[in-house]
């Protein structure tokens, strides 16, 4: 089954203890991305990925790192998490073009 | 940059009628893509229907349609028939058509929510 998967789907933690929130898709798609979600706000690109070591900058991106090593996987990484950054998360991806994008199941991320 | 808006924060249905939920967007592109989702209370995000600027026709899902006015920047989206099942949040959603990262990010709406009373 195609799919993306985010793990964990919750997570509670503390201001400042790093933690990292994983991506992984089994569809061979080039492009990856994450977004925050906040209540009026929509979804918000925070970094995506082209491809394979290929690696920018979305619209909210303070705050967070990303790595792409191998193409299924995505991490997203909090190194300092602050409350600001308490919110909903996605993961998607898409081949190059596509008019598609395949979600993950989100990651509600509460930092206290 | 492209910016999408949806003036209704909550609507409500009362079930088997119909409801039209809002988005308009702006963009100085010609060609690009517009989407609804729907996120039921599990968090997934649901592609609802799909609509390509060049395309004149407005797209129909079953009991979900579109009034596309590329003129006036304007996508709403049309459940006829609701069902309880219905109720969720529902994005509006704009994709370029461009190549790079804007023709594969997607700009969404604040999100409205509606209820779907029995």
């Known amino acids: 089954e195609a799919q993306v998967t985010q793990n964990p789907r919750y997570l509670i933690t503390v201001t400042g203890k790093k933690l990292t929130v994983t991506c992984s898709q089994n569809?061979?798609?080039?492009?990856m991305s994450w977004y925050r979600q906040d209540p009026g706000l929509g979804l918000r690109q925070i970094y995506y990925?082209?491809?394979?070591?290929?690696?920018d900058k979305g619209d909210v991106p303070e705050g967070y790192k990303v790595s792409r090593k191998e193409k299924r996987n995505f991490p997203l990484i909090l190194e300092s998490p602050s409350p600001n950054q308490t919110s909903l998360y996605f993961c998607?991806?898409?081949?190059?073009?596509?008019?598609?994008?395949?979600f993950g199941q989100g990651t509600r991320l509460t930092v206290v | 940059a492209q910016t999408v808006t949806q003036s209704q924060p909550e609507m409500s249905v009362q079930e088997a009628e119909t409801v039209t939920l809002s988005c308009t967007y702006d963009?100085?592109?010609?060609?690009?893509?517009l989407f609804w989702y729907k996120q039921p209370p599990s968090r997934q995000m649901i592609l609802v229907i799909r609509?390509?600027?060049?395309?004149?026709q407005n797209a129909t899902e079953n009991r979900f349609s579109v009034n596309f006015q590329k003129a006036a920047k304007s996508f709403s989206l049309k459940i006829s028939d609701s069902q309880l099942g219905d109720a969720a949040m529902y994005f509006c959603?704009?994709?370029?058509?461009?190549?790079?990262?804007?023709?594969?990010?997607?700009?969404f709406g604040g999100g409205t929510r509606l209820m779907v009373k029995p």
């Open positions: 998607a991806s898409s081949t190059i073009m596509n008019t598609e994008a395949f």
């Open positions: 963009t100085s592109e010609s060609d690009y893509y």
């Open positions: 609509q390509e600027a060049y395309k004149q």
């Open positions: 569809m061979n798609h080039e492009y």
């Open positions: 959603a704009y994709r370029s058509s461009t190549r790079g990262n804007a023709g594969n990010m997607l700009t």
């Open positions: 990925s082209m491809n394979v070591e290929v690696t």
